[in-house]
């Protein structure tokens, strides 16, 4: 299996299909411009199925354009994305698209209509977790509980599965687990958010 990264300016866009090309997922498609197209093409891509993790603007404008130029299926945590219907992915589902097993992880509190995809050793976590970093918008009681979710359901799988999110930098589960200050037994710095071009 391939992937490729592509950084928007705003935020991570990632394609993945087989070695030698054909059918492929593009996940957050937050712009369909020149050079990611280049990139699809590159590769001798077929962009089948876009996941989308979160419904904020930035990892859905490419869909407009996406859905033009190619005949794409759509799969989110909501039945409508955009201006578009999109296939419902719920929470613990095992799917198959494009000729590639996902699994939605089970986060359930915390991810009522955004979603984190697996695919194989792979952890596309929208805005929930990168390097470092955990999400900081929701109060800080259920901020902590949500790093314990974390910990329990996701820093468990496998310590060598590569988190890809929507923003910021990637990471692994080892690095996370070592590293970020959200998983140490004392927490005092995990509500700093990292720098970043954001």
């Known amino acids: ?3 490729l990264s592509y950084f ?8 993945i299909g087989q070695d030698d090309g054909g059918e492929a997922i593009l996940v957050d498609p937050d ?20 996941l989308v993790t979160h419904s904020h603007e930035r ?14 299926r759509i799969i989110s945590g909501y039945e409508e994305i955009g201006d578009f219907k999109s ?26 209509e955004g ?17 470092g970093y955990i999400e900081d918008s929701i109060p800080p009681e259920k901020r902590t509980l949500l790093i314990d979710d974390i910990q329990k359901k996701i820093m468990a799988i496998s310590e060598e ?5 929507s923003c910021g930098p990637p990471s692994t589960i080892s690095a996370e687990l070592r ?5 140490q037994p004392q927490r005092q710095t995990c509500a700093v958010k990292p720098n970043t071009l954001l």
Request: charged share 20%; net charge neutral.
């Open 31 to 50: 712009k369909l411009d020149v050079v990611l197209l280049g990139l699809i093409e590159a590769n001798n891509f077929d962009i089948t199925t876009a």
């Open 1 to 3: 299996m391939k992937l």
């Open 87 to 112: 296939e419902f992915a719920g929470v613990g589902d095992r799917i198959e698209a494009s000729g590639i097993g996902i699994e939605t992880l089970n986060l359930e509190e915390w991810l009522a």
């Open 59 to 72: 990892y859905i404008r490419g869909l407009r354009i996406l859905k033009r130029v190619y005949n794409i």
């Open 115 to 131: 979603r984190i995809f697996r695919i194989g050793n792979l952890l596309f976590t929208g805005n929930i977790l990168s390097a």
């Open 161 to 165: 599965l590569l988190i890809l999110p």
């Open 8 to 15: 928007s300016g705003t935020s991570n866009s990632y394609i």
């Open 179 to 183: 590293w970020n200050p959200c998983f």
